[in-house]
């Protein structure tokens, strides 16, 4: 059993009734000037975004294979057999790899706090891993955001562009991209349009860190895979770096 979201952008209103209730189960602080604010933040775990009449959702995505989880030098972040990424604050020393390493620029970092955490989305596992649901799609009015099990979601994507095929663009988002993951999307509009990206690759990234290579027999030609690797990481580093610059309170994309 792996657990899910479906996140159908044509059924959301924009009512940010998920946010408020996302902020209400992690006793975050949430008023109209937070509601306003457009980006995921150590404060905001989910974003609504709007452009004219349509939205789009922001959260961590849980990827099946997450790289956070496969840099993290002390196991503070853990792919759950149930799907939820889960994050230790006891164990994290600080170091802000994962923040580096997530292809999708999710997990931020409490820079105002004395002893400072790093902040995503944990798919509510507290209530999730105990069979709940996720209060983003509890509290969702229009069923825009939909709990349950990972391939009876992906089987529900596909009979509803099947059955709409012009209302939606024909991707399910999130079921190949760096390997899967636990938040599926659907919408009506490019998901580049939201800023994200339809180029990712289709295997997990934690093909390219360390721990998975040392498990590659030797006569894997493991040049390109390292290059391309170290490379991609570097350029990370530089995207958080500018990230963090222009957003010292640890607000970003
Ligand atoms: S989206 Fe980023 S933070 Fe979330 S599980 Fe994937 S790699 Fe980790
Ligand atoms: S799953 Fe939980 S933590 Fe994640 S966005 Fe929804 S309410 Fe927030
Ligand atoms: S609660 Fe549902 S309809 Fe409202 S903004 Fe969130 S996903 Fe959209």
New binding site residues.
């Given amino acids: 059993m792996s657990l899910a979201i479906l996140y159908d952008a044509t059924l959301c209103i924009g009512c940010k009734q998920c946010e408020q209730a996302c902020a209400d189960r992690h006793k975050l602080p949430y008023d109209d000037a937070i509601a306003a604010e457009e980006v995921q933040s150590d404060h905001k775990l989910t974003v609504v975004q709007g452009r004219d009449d349509r939205f789009m959702r922001r959260l ?4 099946v294979e ?4 496969s840099v993290c030098p002390v196991a503070a ?1 853990r ?1 759950t057999p149930e799907g939820p ?1 889960v994050y230790d604050e006891d164990r994290c020393m600080g170091c802000r790899y ?1 923040m580096v ?7 931020r970092y409490e820079w105002t706090k004395l002893l400072p955490r790093v902040r ?2 944990d798919f509510c596992a507290g209530t999730t891993l105990a069979g709940g649901v996720q209060a983003c799609a509890e509290i969702c009015p229009t069923g825009a955001t939909k709990s349950g099990e990972r391939a009876a979601l992906i089987a529900e994507a596909r009979s509803r562009l099947a059955e709409n095929p012009a209302q939606y663009v024909p991707h399910v988002y999130g079921l190949e991209e ?1 390997g899967g ?1 636990s938040v599926l999307m659907l919408s009506g509009v490019p998901f580049e349009s939201f800023g994200y990206r339809t180029d990712m690759v289709k295997e997990p ?1 934690p093909m390219l860190t360390y721990r998975v290579l040392s498990r590659i027999p030797d006569f894997v030609p493991l040049g390109g895979i390292l290059l391309g690797g170290i490379w991609w990481i570097t350029h990370r580093r530089d995207e958080v770096a500018a990230e963090e610059h222009a957003a010292p309170s640890g607000e970003g994309r």
């Fill in positions: 961590c995505m849980h990827c997450p790289t956070c989880a972040l792919k990424v994962c390493a997530c292809p999708f620029s999710v997990p995503k989305c760096v993951t990234i």
